[in-house]
């Protein structure tokens, strides 16, 4: 089945710092999802991603689905950032492959 | 904007007692999705649901697991004889159209 491997698999910043988390994918996908894990556990959907760019405030995402990978990037890092983002794809309806996140810790 | 809720956000339940997770799909939707998350670790799939039917299921989808969709509406998923590895947060989860899949708020089970 499709692997994906997410990197750094922990991040420490200092507040106002800018950060930039990798997904990489072993094969072509049709949906790509980047997801903050807030402290209640919830997961957050941030971006639906397939290809191409999307911005949202400080974040924004690329996936370039040729070279099979997509980056998270955070600019102006809140200590509200903190918690782990998953990456997670599919090849169709089918069922999301998740990576195993990346822990994000923003200082004061 | 629709969402999918889940209910309850927690439950403590005794090993070997029968445990229903309920879910409540965005409306038109036509794919449906557990998933799990054991603590520290990264989220599962469990088991889709196509028309009324299993579509897919992980080897974590054992004769312990069952889907319904009894009304329309709902989306379960009951445990029958619950173990302490059960313990976890579970996901649902549906799709319409395009292939983003819309996660509700999970369900924190704690099996003791």
């Known amino acids: 089945g499709i692997q994906v491997e997410q990197s750094p698999p922990d991040l420490i910043l200092q507040e106002g710092a800018n950060s930039t988390l990798r997904c990489n994918f072993s094969d072509s996908v049709n949906n790509l999802q980047w997801f903050h894990q807030n402290p209640w556990g919830q997961l957050i959907n941030l971006f639906y991603?397939?290809?191409g760019t999307k911005q949202n405030g400080r974040l924004s995402a690329t996936t370039v689905a040729t070279e099979r990978y997509s980056l998270l990037y955070i600019s102006s890092s809140q200590t509200t950032d903190s918690g782990v983002y998953f990456c997670?794809?599919?090849?169709?309806?089918?069922?999301?492959?998740f990576g195993q996140g990346t822990r994000l810790t923003i200082n004061p | 904007e629709p969402e999918v809720t889940q209910t309850p956000s927690h439950q403590v339940t005794q090993m070997g007692q029968e445990v229903i997770l309920r879910c409540v799909p965005i409306?038109?939707?036509?794919?449906f999705y557990w998933y799990r998350q054991i603590l520290g670790q990264k989220v599962e799939f469990l088991v889709s649901f196509y028309n009324n039917e299993i579509s897919e299921k992980s080897e974590i989808f054992d004769d312990q697991f069952s889907v319904e969709r009894p009304d329309g509406s709902n989306f379960t998923l009951k445990i029958r004889s619950t173990k302490l590895e059960d313990s976890a947060m579970y996901f649902c989860?549906?799709?319409?159209?395009?292939?983003?899949?819309?996660f509700g708020p999970g369900t924190r089970l704690t099996v003791t």
């Open positions: 409306s038109n939707h036509l794919y």
């Open positions: 997670a794809v599919t090849q169709g309806a089918q069922k999301l492959v």
């Open positions: 991603i397939p290809s």
């Open positions: 989860a549906s799709i319409y159209g395009t292939y983003e899949q819309y």
